[in-house]
């Protein structure tokens, strides 16, 4: 399998060089936690796929990736589309399945995906959505990701998703001791650097230099790596049905009528 190359932002991490390793394997974890929710040998959407770095983990089934980013796309071996996950390219009741990992949370208007996830998908269909759990995930009390429009704790992703899906089940992406102690140091260093702006003058900033100024900051602080942070794999990640407002991200498994 071959991907594009991608540059490593906020908005993606298609790599485990240097210190993204941890964040790296916990995107690749959803795809392999999520693996044996899906239907085997059905033809399955990867909605905001990005690089591609772990279609590959959905063996026996057809993926179609669809991203905005045409250079995420250039190089994945198999199908995919650029377009927005707002407004998909495909008929009604084109696929089996649909898994959206990390996507959701980058749009304003998730309602508009949840719209086109349930019209291409066959009655009876499958979605996956993975999201960071909004409880755990940087400040539950602040968006300091200035690529995420919205995040959710379960509560308000269940109520987002049942209008739309006639079932919604809730599971929990959860991290080993290690994950714990690496994320615990990146957030001690993120309220240093949030707490140099007294002004709250990044709430006023427009988002566009909010996410420079993110990835500036991102690929310095993680320019040098730790044992904790090489040291995590796939196996420092599990999934539970239970404890949802302590999991790393949340994990919705909706079922079309």
């Known amino acids: 399998m071959t991907r594009g190359r991608t540059p490593v932002t906020g908005e993606r991490v ?33 909605l905001g796929c990005g690089a591609g770095h772990s279609f590959h983990l959905l063996t026996g089934r057809q993926t179609v990736g669809v991203d905005v980013d045409a250079g995420a796309l ?9 377009a927005d996950m707002r407004a998909l390219p495909f008929p009604n009741a ?21 719209a086109e996830v349930a019209r291409v998908l066959v009655p009876g269909g499958v979605a996956i959505f ?17 690529y995420h429009h919205v995040e959710y704790d379960p509560d308000q992703l269940r109520a987002l998703l049942s209008p739309v899906f006639a ?14 102690e690496f994320i615990t140091g990146e957030k001690a260093r993120m309220d240093r650097l949030l707490g140099l702006d007294v002004l709250g003058l990044r709430h006023r900033l427009p988002r566009r230099v ?8 991102l690929r310095t ?20 049905a239970e404890n949802l407002e302590e999991s ?4 919705a498994v909706c079922r079309v009528a």
């Open 14 to 46: 298609s790599s485990a060089a240097g210190g993204f390793n941890p964040t790296f394997r916990r995107h690749v974890a959803a795809y392999a936690l999520c693996e044996p929710l899906l239907p085997p040998g059905v033809r399955v959407l990867d």
């Open 74 to 82: 250039a190089g994945q071996d198999r199908e995919t589309h650029v």
């Open 94 to 114: 084109a696929f089996d399945a649909v898994l959206s990992v990390h996507s959701v949370e980058h749009v304003p208007d998730a309602e508009r995906v949840l």
């Open 130 to 146: 993975v999201t960071p759990n909004r409880l755990t995930f940087a400040r539950a009390d602040e968006i300091v990701d200035p």
């Open 167 to 180: 079932a919604v089940e809730l599971h929990g992406i959860f991290g080993s001791d290690a994950v714990h």
């Open 210 to 217: 909010m996410q420079v100024a993110y990835d500036t900051a």
């Open 221 to 240: 602080t993680r320019r040098r790596t730790t044992p904790v942070a090489e040291a995590i794999t796939l196996a420092d990640f599990s999934l539970a």
């Open 248 to 251: 790393l991200d949340l994990v």
